[in-house]
């Protein structure tokens, strides 16, 4: 889904939509009227769900205060487990090995009750998602070895074909 703010967005918001609401914080009961996107997007997701388990669900946004890439998961698997800790933190382990942008220490792994709202806590525990995320791109740039550098179009290209790449990778340590 390309974009669930397209409304805000047009206006000029990044963070709310043209009702003024945060869509973010919607997806426990989104009104359809009230909240379209997040709304429809959770109707596909249960669809989903019912078919088959669901691997992945990343939610992208942009950070006004840190730097570089990184990740926020939830602290544990959705179905918990022994290696429960682990296996939540094991994609983004694999994704900071490929790309130079993110940054495997800023990323946390905890479950807030401010956040309960949010599509990636919703989607880990409604739909029993272990790598739900939210990925975090700085709107200023990041970290290269002793230097700041702005992010490029390149950048994020590559942070996308990077993500693929982790992602094939982290399903065949899984088999």
Not at 16 to 34: C, K, M, T, Y
Not at 52 to 58: A, G, N, S, V
Not at 64 to 90: D, E, H, P
Request: glycine share 6%; net charge positive.
């Amino acid at each position: 889904i390309p974009c669930l703010n397209p409304d805000g967005v047009a206006k000029g918001n990044y963070r709310s939509s043209f009702a003024g609401v945060d869509l973010n914080r919607q997806w426990i009961l989104p009104n359809e009227f009230l909240h379209p996107t997040i709304f429809h997007a959770k109707k596909e997701f249960e669809k989903l769900y019912k078919e088959r388990p669901i691997l992945l669900y990343c939610d992208l946004h942009g950070h006004s205060r840190k730097q570089n890439s990184f990740i926020y998961g939830c602290n544990r698997a959705a179905n918990g487990g022994f290696n429960s800790w682990t296996k939540v933190r094991l994609l983004p382990r694999i994704l900071a090995r490929n790309n130079c942008v993110f940054d495997i220490n800023a990323c946390k792994f905890k479950v807030e009750k401010s956040k309960m709202g949010t599509g990636r806590i919703v989607v880990w525990k409604d739909f029993e998602v272990t790598n739900s995320f939210t990925l975090e791109n700085s709107f200023h740039g990041y970290d290269y070895a002793h230097d700041f550098k702005e992010f490029t179009i390149s950048d994020f290209k590559k942070l996308g074909a990077d993500i693929i790449l982790s992602l094939n990778l982290y399903q065949k340590i899984l088999i």
